[in-house]
């Protein structure tokens, strides 16, 4: 299990080792391992961009007698901001981390998932399947964590290998603070011409960003949902967590792009900064 340092991933270690599994549970830190270490839960020290942290942890796997049950993929980091201001080395860096990191984990335990016919289980996000103003960087690393998924289960499914999406909504969760604090330092990088365009969206996003969090739901009912990706006897291809995200993914699925596009907008219209809400809906 990565990222499993604090939050939902932690919750479903613990989760995951009630149920009676040995959880191999990644942290980025010594002290992130500490207050997880217990019965029937191994922190390892991964960061998942690093080959020798992913090669030190398939060698772990490959001397466990246990047969490996399950990988969840689950680190991540927050990417909020306009398309235009974001610099392409934050775009790298975060596609590092949500997609390619995981892409390298899959891969070097993918001998031991094979032998032990486990379970690839994939955190997404609602952002996986609708993205919106002002949060296109990590909504294309999770689109994109979506179409590895796809094949991936296409290409495992002939030799008994399960592949599971996982797509959260709002969970209560640290994340959120970690990303604000990185929207902040973008907004200080912008020229005037850009935040003429975008500076009302900036101040917005903050806004909505502690709603939708306030409004999630705790850290142990998504480690539920996911402990049920990982242990259902014939599990969907998907799972979301929490009602907005089931909502809305079900919405995407059936309404028209503008129609969608409004939604959204309107929802994130309410945090704007009052003289420039009428200005959006004339933009619209």
């Known amino acids: 299990m990565t990222g499993a340092s604090t939050g939902m991933c932690a ?21 992130d391992a500490t207050p997880l270490r217990a019965d029937r839960i191994e922190p390892v020290i ?29 680190a991540g980091v927050p990417g909020a901001g306009p398309v235009e201001v974001m610099p392409l080395h934050e775009w790298r860096r975060i596609f590092e981390v949500n997609l390619f990191g995981h892409v390298a984990v899959t891969q070097a335990l993918l001998p031991a998932l094979l032998r032990g016919r486990g379970r690839v289980v994939n955190i997404s996000s609602l952002n996986g399947r609708i993205s919106m103003a002002g949060y296109g960087p990590y909504a294309a690393s999770k689109f994109a964590m979506e179409a590895m998924s796809d094949a991936l289960r296409n290409e495992l499914a002939p030799h008994g290998v399960q592949v599971v999406v996982v797509e959260p909504g709002g969970v209560k969760t640290e994340m959120s603070r970690v990303g604000l604090a990185a929207l902040g330092r973008l907004d200080d990088t912008m020229t005037p011409e850009q935040n003429e365009r975008y500076g009302a969206l900036m101040q917005a996003i903050p806004s909505h960003v502690a709603a939708f969090t306030r409004a999630g739901v705790t850290s142990t009912v998504a480690a539920k949902r996911i402990a049920a990706a990982v242990t259902d006897r014939r599990p969907r291809t998907r799972y979301t967590i929490g009602a907005t995200a089931a909502f809305l993914v079900r919405a995407s699925r059936i309404l028209p792009d503008r129609m969608l596009d409004r939604m959204t907008t309107s929802d994130l219209r309410r945090h704007y900064p009052t003289g420039n809400r009428r200005r959006l809906t004339a933009a619209r």
Do not use: C, M, Q, Y
């Open 11 to 31: 919750a479903t270690a613990r989760e995951l080792a009630r149920r009676g599994f040995h959880v191999l549970a990644g942290v980025r830190r010594d002290s």
């Open 46 to 74: 991964l960061d998942i961009t690093d080959p020798d942290h992913v090669t030190a942890l398939a060698a772990r796997v490959e001397r466990d007698p246990l047969p490996l049950r399950a990988l969840v993929n689950n």
